[in-house]
């Protein structure tokens, strides 16, 4: 058992049914928990609309943002043909030119990190990481990232506290004017120029995307390398285990994303009155696909609460799974493996210090989800 | 049909197993120079629809093919842990491979597989 503050806080209910009847925002809400069954529900489209501006994440965002964010917040056939104006950008993780820069900047990380006594890992580590990563992926020059990072862990709102989706947006806005003096094709000016349906994107739509870019892969990619830094503090053994046998890197990268699971659940709208697996869902009203839970599902993953870096097969949906499968899943899966392969190459050891666990708190469960403050010692080779 | 061929040397094509993808758009593109596994060769080719996320560790299934009738005993069956990955894909049949898990040989010379559609 992993000594990581994490649980599966889903374990019990799963036992009792496929549904978690329970409440987000004062509306009922059934989740859907078992593997198979969210698997099926995410590619199920017409029955689970994702035509729900603002209702995708839960709880939902209205007043944590101005437009509906592309192309998460659209169904086939819109979907295919918004994702496919910005896949591209994202398959970029994929290019070897890409991948060296990712190197150089984990390479470059870490060395800073091992000089230092210790390291507060979620705000010194983990996102400055996550943004100048991002800056490769959207081809801006890398000092952005100074101002991305001042936006904190969560780029619309910390907790329960005030929203503060503004200021990402009005830097949106600029960055779109300012586009043309970045290398070419960069996310901004690739949105600029973009159509769809014969016409130019209009503000909105690429202020979605943009929302969407900034607000998706922030919190979650920072979670998952906290996750994983921790992980290796109480487990030297797996680091030493990595060091020995690197060709694990691949296995070890989706274990870890699996057990991190850093997208709890998302919405979807039921267009109609539906029934699910006994749970009466009313039109308009909605689900749950519950990632946390479908990647602790038992009768999947044998001993789910386990890291093993061996895991195989491992069919987790931490990064979702049909149409929506996460946009920038080939960037995290990079930043990831890049990590682990560092981490083997350049560290002997993580020291733990002290940390405080991040904790989603519901009307019917609780989750800790990575860290709220991790205080580290990375120790050099 | 596309040829790509990235070779020169027409003596090193001859002696290399080649391998068709059928896409879901019915393009048929020929690898005359592919080395690795199916997934790999797919990808360094740009074949559509073969993705490979997770790199070959049966978590991802976005390297689904379906095996001609014909070629279906030499490629041979899916392993357990593919096997039970495939069983979590709603469009999987009797024919369905994880192209990352099909080592290309000299025996598979002149495969055909069908890109499942994602």
Known sequence: ?381 | MFVRNKSTLNERIENMAKVTFVTESGEEIMENDGTGNLMEIARQNDVDGIIGACGGVCSCATCHVRVKPEWMERVGRPGEDEQDLLELEGRADERSRLSCQIEMTDELDGLVVEVAPL
């Open chain 1, 1 to 381: 058992m992993s000594k990581c503050p994490y649980h599966d806080p889903f374990a019990e209910k799963r036992t009792k049914g496929p549904i978690l009847e329970t409440e987000f925002d004062g509306d009922p809400v059934a989740m859907i928990l078992g593997l198979k069954d969210v698997r099926k529900a995410a590619r199920d489209w017409k029955t689970f609309s994702s035509d729900a501006p603002f209702r995708v994440p839960i709880p939902r965002e209205e007043n944590l943002r101005s437009v509906r964010q592309f192309p998460i917040e659209s169904d086939p056939p819109e979907h295919t043909e918004y994702r496919k104006i910005v896949e591209p950008a994202f398959n970029r993780p994929n290019e070897p030119e890409y991948q060296a820069r990712m190197t150089g900047l984990i390479q470059e990380m870490i060395s800073e990190t091992t000089s230092c006594q210790s390291v507060e890992a979620v705000s010194e580590f983990a996102l400055p990481l996550q943004s100048r990563a991002l800056t490769y992926l959207l081809g801006v020059p890398e000092s952005e990232a100074q101002t991305w990072i001042k936006w904190g862990v969560h780029v619309l709102r910390d907790g329960d506290g005030p929203t503060k989706g503004k200021e990402m947006e009005h830097y949106c806005k600029e960055a779109f004017k300012r586009s043309s003096r970045w290398e070419e094709n960069n996310f901004f000016s690739l949105l600029n120029e973009a159509t769809f349906r014969g016409r130019l994107l209009t503000d909105d739509e690429k202020l979605g995307f943009a929302n969407l870019a900034f607000a998706g892969g922030r919190d979650t990619v920072i979670n998952t390398v906290c996750l994983i830094l921790a992980h290796f503090a109480h487990h030297p053994d797996d680091l030493e285990r990595l060091r020995k046998e690197p060709e694990l890197v691949n296995c070890a990268g989706e274990e870890f994303v699996r057990f991190a699971t850093p997208l709890t659940h998302i919405g979807r709208k039921c267009p109609a009155d539906t029934e699910v697996h006994g749970a009466k869902v009313k039109a308009d009203q909605l689900i749950s696909l519950c990632w946390a839970s479908a990647n602790f599902d038992d009768t999947v993953f044998d001993k789910p609460t386990e890291i093993r870096l061996d895991r195989k097969p491992n069919p987790h949906v931490a990064f979702g799974n049909g149409a929506h499968t996460c946009l920038g899943a080939p960037h995290a899966r990079l930043i990831i493996r890049t990590l682990l392969t560092q981490l083997t190459e350049l560290v002997s050891s993580i020291t733990f210090l002290s940390g405080q666990p991040k904790i989603e708190k519901t009307v019917d469960y609780e989750r800790v989800n990575s860290f709220e403050s991790l205080q580290l010692r990375l120790n050099l080779k």
